[in-house]
């Protein structure tokens, strides 16, 4: 036979047989923390195909920013020969069965949520850009490596947040009012997108106060601090703002606004002249309207502060934040302890007589007692009329953990010091205390407890 002296070749073909268990199970956390995270997200965009194909669960969950919808795909085959117990890959009953489980129900996601939770990822709750200026209500647990919750000075054992971070929901004759005007006004204020709490307060006082964002909500700074989206080249802001909202807050029924934005670094002045264009249409609708304008740095360009200073605003507003020690950790690197101490001084310097100037710090950062006492001295000294301290509370687990929570008698405390020993025309302390919070209220009670000092001593010179 002519092929009788050729060796034959026999080819097989053999498949490496693994002998870790499948993808499915030893990579379920990191599945778990990336679906979940995605789910949680508002601005997250849909999973590509290559991603999809390297997730591999039983029902994927697509994590669109509005729904979470189930799409069945198929497994691939070695995933369900090895759930079969097939290819040498031995599987528990337990696990097979779970598998089963999840692939009939269709509905995998509460598992994964779960899972999560009990290998300790966090899922922050979406966040916007109001809730983020106001800041967040709710303490988020915070979890390690372990899943137990970090002990925080000054919150009660056994508790997530203390008592005093609780409020009642608004209320009030006032509010209502106030809350039907909006349905008919094309106006977004921080204080119903952020939820506040303090909401009822502000808007059931004499004068009531609200807070109006400007300029977009995308920063071009990411401070530590804060959830605020940012970029680097937000979209434009829209040319019409000032005076659309001019309109809508002159025919809405609040005596005291508070304008503020975000960092625009992008524009030249620093979104400067929007802000005066808003604040000299409001006043030449409503001139009796007190009007403060909560501000950027506009990276120290002591010229955009002077502009807006003379725009015909009542309240000057920067917040300074923290203490000197703390502001490369909380702030972003092109803001400054320093840089806002001069925006501040600026602002006082050559802005109208009379106009009041204002700056907040947060506590619960790390800082000391003799730190918030010189931070405080230092504010002074650069003119600032008004100063406020609040809580700092953790916006989401990827920001500064909250190291304390300062009880409402050591709020107290920092109120008398800064009226009595520093000098301030008016401090506003307290654990739910931002930097608008009854802001009208402060500021005429502060110009009439001067009035009221002005006269004794006229009298008394008499």
């Known amino acids: 036979d002519l092929f009788a002296s050729r060796p034959r070749r026999v080819t097989t073909r053999t498949r490496a047989r693994s002998t870790e268990p499948t993808a499915g199970i030893t990579q379920m956390p990191a599945m778990i ?3 979940a995270a995605r789910a949680s997200t508002p601005s997250a965009r849909p999973l590509s195909d290559s991603v999809k194909r390297q997730t591999r669960l039983p029902r994927f969950l697509s994590t669109d920013a509005k729904s979470v919808a189930r799409v069945p795909v198929v497994a691939p085959r070695r995933h369900r020969a090895a759930a079969a117990g097939e290819d040498g890959v031995s599987l528990t ?18 598992r994964l949520v779960q899972l999560a939770k009990e290998g300790g990822v966090d899922i922050p709750p979406p966040v916007n850009a109001a809730a983020s200026m106001c800041g967040p209500m ?26 005093w971070l609780r409020q009642r929901a608004p209320g009030g004759d006032r509010y209502e ?21 303090n909401l009822g307060e502000c808007w059931n006082g004499d004068t009531g106060t609200a807070t109006i964002m400007i300029l977009g909500d995308t920063c071009t700074r990411g401070c530590r601090f804060c959830a605020v989206n ?34 625009r670094d992008d524009i030249a002045d620093g979104g400067a002249e929007h802000f005066a264009r808003t604040v000299r249409t409001l006043k030449a609708l409503k001139p009796e309207i007190l009007a403060e ?3 950027p740095d506009f990276q120290g360009d002591e010229g955009a502060v002077t502009h807006l200073a003379n725009s015909g605003l009542d309240v000057f507003a920067h917040n300074i934040e923290t203490v000197e020690r703390l502001q490369k950790r909380v702030r972003d690197p092109r803001a400054g302890y320093d840089q806002s101490l001069g925006v501040l001084r600026h602002a006082k310097a050559t802005g109208p007589a009379g106009l009041v100037t204002k700056t907040s710090i947060m506590l619960g950062l790390g800082e000391t007692d003799e730190e918030i006492a010189q931070t405080m001295r230092d504010c002074k000294d650069a003119g600032v009329d008004i100063f406020t301290l609040g809580q700092y509370l953790r916006p989401t687990p990827n920001h500064l953990d909250v190291m304390e929570y300062v009880t409402p008698e050591k709020f107290d405390h920092w109120k008398r010091y800064g009226e009595e020993v520093v000098g301030f025309r008016y401090v506003a302390s307290g654990p739910l205390v931002r930097s608008s919070y009854k802001a009208g209220e402060f500021f005429i009670e502060t ?16």
């Open 138 to 163: 709710v303490v988020p647990t915070v979890s390690g490596a372990n899943t137990t919750e970090r002990d925080i000075p000054g919150k009660p054992a056994g508790l997530t947040k203390p008592p």
């Open 177 to 197: 009012y106030l809350t039907s005007g909006l349905k008919d006004l094309k106006l977004a204020t921080v204080c119903e997108e952020a939820m506040c709490p």
């Open 447 to 462: 110009m009439l407890r001067d009035e009221r000092k002005a006269e004794a001593d006229g009298l008394a010179a008499a």
């Open 33 to 35: 923390h990336n679906v």
């Open 230 to 263: 940012t970029a680097s080249t937000p979209p434009p802001p829209d040319e019409m703002e000032p005076e659309n909202t001019a309109k809508a807050i002159a025919e809405w029924g609040v005596g005291y606004i508070v304008l503020t934005s975000v960092d």
């Open 93 to 110: 009953e337990a696990e097979r069965e779970e598998l089963r489980a999840l692939e009939e129900s269709g509905d995998a996601f509460e």
């Open 293 to 295: 304008c909560l501000t």
